[in-house]
């Protein structure tokens, strides 16, 4: 087993105000059916609520407090800012309690700052990226991810995402500086059963263990092949070697080079 270190985490309970319960439906939607299936039960955990937009221009804030959350694999920071309101950020790699973050047109470069792409240098990485101006980040959120900057041109910035594609996003958009924190996060080792239940994930069955009628691979004695060409899900759909985007996505001219 492989955890995660929380030695640089500070030792304060979660600010109140920005707390919220939500419910757990277990992979169930609307219907009351199973539509994700392997959810359920789990810890109980309270919603930290993200200030992915960090919309207070000008306005600088002071890092409170480096905090774990329980609904993301990346850390997160309690700022709070000069006129005294409280929210919470997406932690960057190097970030400390007491640093300094700002959102402006004229921020410096470091970790901690948010602006607008056309401003920041080519081969600097990036995190919590807009996708349109004024949305709120939505790119480069989870712990470790990071976007480079490869170029600036024609009311674009090209993007190199951590799949290896190559992007265009408006340069009005804006980001923050740095790497998103925890980057150790994909050396965890669950390790036991019992700590990926309180996670909540439930069991997941091996389909040539099933019946016949359960799953395309079910039956057989022993160790049976697969039996079809390609594989797929329980349902008979395709799950390796094909590509599942629409030909005629909007988006596809924005993208210069598709990941591998």
Known sequence: MITTDYSGLSKTEPFKKLLIRLKSRAGRGSSGRITMRHQGGGEKALYRMIDFKQNKIGVPG??????????????????????????????????????????????????GTRTSLKRI?????????????????????????SLEILANEDGYTHLKMPSGEIRKVLWGCFASIGQVSNPGHNLIV?????????????????????????????????????????????WGNITGGRKTRKRKKWSNKLIIKRRK
């Open 190 to 234: 669950i390790g036991k059963a019992g700590r990926s239940r309180r996670m909540g994930i439930r069991p997941t069955v091996r389909a040539s263990a099933m019946n016949p009628r359960d799953h395309k691979y079910g039956g057989g004695e022993g160790r049976a092949k697969r039996g079809t060409k390609r594989p797929k899900d329980k």
């Open 62 to 111: 002071r890092v409170e407090s480096l905090e774990y959350d329980p609904y993301r694999t990346a850390f997160i920071a309690l700022v709070v800012y000069n006129d005294g309101e409280r929210r919470y950020i997406i932690a960057p790699e190097g970030l400390e309690v007491g640093g300094r973050v700002l959102t402006s047109e004229d921020a410096p470069f470091v970790p």
């Open 121 to 145: 240098p080519v081969g600097t990485f990036i995190h919590n990226v807009e996708m349109n101006p004024g949305k709120g980040g939505s790119l480069a959120r989870s712990a470790g991810s």
